[in-house]
């Protein structure tokens, strides 16, 4: 049932994402929302089936954007490993850690754009690069990733309580009955 509520999450952060933000000016370069979704996913497990549902995250991403091929994919990878290593070193509940994370998961997105221009068209172009927008998004991803970690985390928690409640609640009608 959780693969099910992360499901629902990733569809309802795209539809957010590609179709509800960009409506509004202060968002048309908003930061990548389903960051959101890969360090949530980072910070509540670290199981090894979870480096597959950020790699089909990607897939999904790269498939919907004009981004090259594998681009959200390697950085949602380079986000869930650092978020994986760093938690075992510190607190993964701090305030402050998921601040930093934050910023760091829009800079590693914005690190590896750089580095896939620089690549394709050469040094030069590297000045051309357009910086306020980093920062721009770095805000974004300041001010909204924790909040939006947060947020997901009650909706798990309530998610997680109602199939339990369901799940027995149906056990209990299904008792004493012979099909």
Known sequence: MNAVFFIILTIFLIILQTIVLPSFSWFVQCFDLLIIDVLFLSLISSHYSMIAAVIIIGCIMDSISGVPFCYHIFSYLWIYIIVY???????????????IISVVSVFIQQG?????????????????????LLIRQAFWGFIFIPPGIWLVNVCWQNWIFITKFLRNRWLKNTEGRID
């Open 85 to 99: 290593l760093v938690k075992q070193l510190l607190f993964q509940k701090s305030i402050i850690f998921i601040f």
């Open 112 to 132: 590896l754009l750089l580095f896939s221009v620089f690549v394709n068209q050469g040094s030069n172009t590297i000045w051309t690069f357009d910086f306020g």
